[in-house]
Structure formats: structure tokens, C-alpha cells
């Protein structure tokens, strides 16, 4: 019996700015990993770590056509991203309200 295949988690996904950058070109278009790795200064196996990185978190998807493999965006998991950051909204929203009440008041 095999070992369950680690899921990495989508925060540490993202983290990287490499992975952000791809996350960002399948937004647009399906894309094969030539193609993808055209827009990196990495090789095709760099290019390929980061994509079975994302993949693993459930980011991208992927499927074989011909002899070429299409890597396609699965938004789903940022939810939790989401999620995440609208925790911090209210926290951001009352820092800004009280900056501008400063603000405005010192200029009175």
C-alpha cells in the first residue's frame, strides 16, 4: 500500500512568486508547459516543479493531449486565501477610517 500523496497547502502555493506568475497566465488560457516556460527565465523542469507544486494544492489541473500536457487554473482553493484576507478587511477598514479622521482633523 502506497503513501497518500502530501498535499501542500495553498498559502505555501502561493508564497513563491514564480507560482504566482503561472497562477496568473492560466487565468487567461489553458496552457501547455512549452508554452508556459516561454515566459520564465527557468528551464522546463523548474517550470514543471513549480506546476506539480500547484497542482498538489489543488491550483491547477492537468491533461494530456497528444503528446503534449495542458495545465489549466482551479481557483477553488484561493477561496480559503479569501477567506483569509477578509478576516483582515474590518481590521484594515477601522485603521483607515481612524488614519482619515486623523488627518482631517490635524488639517482643521
Known amino acids: 500500500m502506497g503513501s497518500p500523496a502530501l498535499k501542500h497547502d ?3 502555493a502561493i508564497a513563491d512568486p514564480t507560482r504566482r506568475k503561472v497562477l496568473k497566465l492560466l487565468a487567461d488560457q489553458d496552457m501547455a ?7 520564465f527565465p527557468l528551464s522546463r523542469t523548474a517550470v514543471n516543479k513549480h506546476l506539480h507544486i500547484l497542482s498538489a494544492a489543488g491550483l491547477v489541473s492537468s491533461e494530456k493531449i497528444g503528446r503534449e500536457t495542458r495545465y489549466r487554473l482551479q481557483p ?3 477561496a480559503e486565501v479569501r477567506e483569509w ?3 483582515f478587511e474590518a ?5 483607515l477610517e481612524l488614519l482619515k479622521s486623523y488627518v482631517e482633523n490635524d488639517m482643521d
Open 33 to 39: 508547459i512549452v508554452a508556459i516556460s516561454e515566459c
Open 76 to 78: 477553488e482553493p484561493l
Open 85 to 87: 484576507l477578509s478576516f
Open 91 to 95: 481590521y484594515w477598514d477601522d485603521k
Open 10 to 12: 495553498v498559502f505555501q
